[in-house]
């Protein structure tokens, strides 16, 4: 942050509050160390001036109700805070960057915290608990306080704004309560330490960068049933993670989204709802093995979307999907297969121009038939072991292994094929057949002696 316009900020608040105090009356006044004076009015309003040159320990008189926007930001010379019981409102950057205060209180009385409140306040170390009370926790309010080990947020809290816990990296465990139904951007971006996490299961979108490069959570990551949206970069970079539940409540998921997230393993299911898939949403999750099936909802699948998928074989796209756009399946080294309906809007043309590897693509039909290059395939488990079709007029196909060798004739349901026997009615002798049929007919017959 630009320090001009931080001391601009500064300056525009101090004087909106004396405008806004212009009746009244200070009751108290003192020093808080070097060049800084505070004042205490009849309104509880507790301000200072110089209070970035404060030093040394200082204790907010009794009898504050409201502690004034950034009354000891910058405050580098101070080492002590206590804030007092009764204290209802802490105002935007009250200790911004007042880096060399080691502990912070704040009474359970306070209902209201300012934007950047306690940002970079880099040498508290550790619990910050947020009283019950509080209903919001606003931007940046406890932002890059780097040696804090502990936060309680209250079931009190209902909106978290963005940046609140950037950077506060050694917090081990975060609970967000049910509570909570809205998250800003950055909120918990680089909350490296977190080992555990819960998301509050009364949110219904996870904003942009909301939990990037929490590179420490394990185990499964559960988003809550109820998100419709997965904003860009919301998961980006947890690398410990190794499962991820998407409810079946999600219908977009945004660029980058689960990105980076190298410790996920097994099959990933996308859920059915799921209509955009943005770019690089899925990119550099190297530890995703096996088939991945886009769900029939998905219409459009965007650039790198799978990059880098490398453990990958397989890839079924739906016919709902009409756009694929360049390099979404971009380095999946072991893929071999990408299954298409044959009835798909997808033509060769729009997947190369897509960069999709057409000797890849495997068409299969309503009726279970599969085709890749200039074979057919009667059935998955026959494509699977590499056993081809030759289709005759009537439906009717002779079965070969992959070495060439005939397995056998079906029918067109897959049963095998007999040769169909007549049933002799009468047998003829030469005469009778010649009498029966004139001696001249040019008609060919068989003639079976008795």
């Not at 930001?73 to 002590?80: I, Q, V």
């Not at 502990?103 to 306690?118: K, L, Y």
Request: net charge negative.
């Amino acid at each position: 942050m630009n320090i001009k316009k931080v001391l601009a900020a500064s300056v525009a608040g101090l004087a909106l509050l004396a405008a806004y105090n212009a009746n009244a009356a200070i009751v108290q006044e003192g020093s808080c160390g070097g060049e800084c004076t505070w004042t205490l009015d009849d309104q509880g309003v507790f301000s200072t001036v110089n209070g970035s040159k404060a030093t040394g320990e200082f204790e907010i008189p009794a009898g504050t109700k409201s502690i004034a926007r950034y009354a000891f930001n910058e405050a580098k010379g101070l080492t002590k805070i206590t804030i007092p019981e009764g204290v209802t409102s802490i105002g935007h950057g009250a200790f911004l960057r007042a880096k060399n205060v080691t502990t912070i209180n704040i009474p359970d009385s306070v209902r209201s915290i300012g934007e950047a409140a306690f940002r970079e306040m880099t040498a508290v170390t550790g619990a910050i608990n947020i009283p019950n009370g509080v209903t919001s926790i606003s931007v940046g309010a406890f932002e890059d306080m780097k040696n804090v080990t502990s936060i309680t947020i209250p079931d009190s809290v209902t909106s978290i704004g963005h940046s609140a816990f950037y950077g506060v990296s050694k917090v081990t465990s975060l609970t967000i309560p049910d509570s909570v139904t809205s998250i800003g951007d950055n909120a918990f971006t680089g909350m490296t330490g977190v080992t555990s996490l819960k998301i509050s299961d009364g949110l219904t979108s996870i904003s942009d960068s909301a939990f990037r490069y929490m590179s420490g959570v394990t185990g499964e990551l559960k988003i809550p049933d109820g998100v419709t949206t997965i904003k860009d970069c919301a998961f980006q970079g947890m690398t410990g993670v190794t499962s991820i539940v998407i409810p079946d409540s999600v219908r977009k998921i945004g660029s980058t989204a689960f990105q980076g997230m190298t410790g996920v393993t097994g099959e990933l299911t996308i859920p059915k709802g799921v209509v955009e898939i943005e770019c690089d949403a899925f990119k550099g999750m190297t530890g995703v093995t096996g088939e991945l099936k886009i769900p029939d909802s998905v219409t459009k699948i965007s650039n790198r979307a799978f990059q880098g998928m490398t453990g990958v074989t397989s890839v079924v796209i739906p016919d709902s999907v009409t756009r694929i756009s360049g390099d979404a399946f971009k380095d999946m080294t072991s893929l071999t297969d990408i299954f298409i309906s044959a009835d798909s809007g997808l033509t060769d043309a729009i997947l190369t121009k897509a960069k999709i590897d057409l000797d890849k693509i495997v068409r299969f039909t309503a009726d279970g038939k599969y085709m890749k290059g200039d074979k057919t395939y009667a059935s998955m488990e026959d494509y699977k072991a590499g056993n081809y079709a030759v289709y005759a007029a009537d439906g009717t196909y002779q079965r070969y292994a992959q070495d060439g060798t005939l397995l056998g004739v079906f029918n067109s349901d897959g049963s095998e094929y007999v040769e169909p026997v007549h049933e002799v009615k009468r047998i003829y002798t030469v005469e009778e057949a010649e009498a029966a049929l004139g001696k001249n007919n040019k008609n060919t017959f068989s003639i079976r002696y008795r």
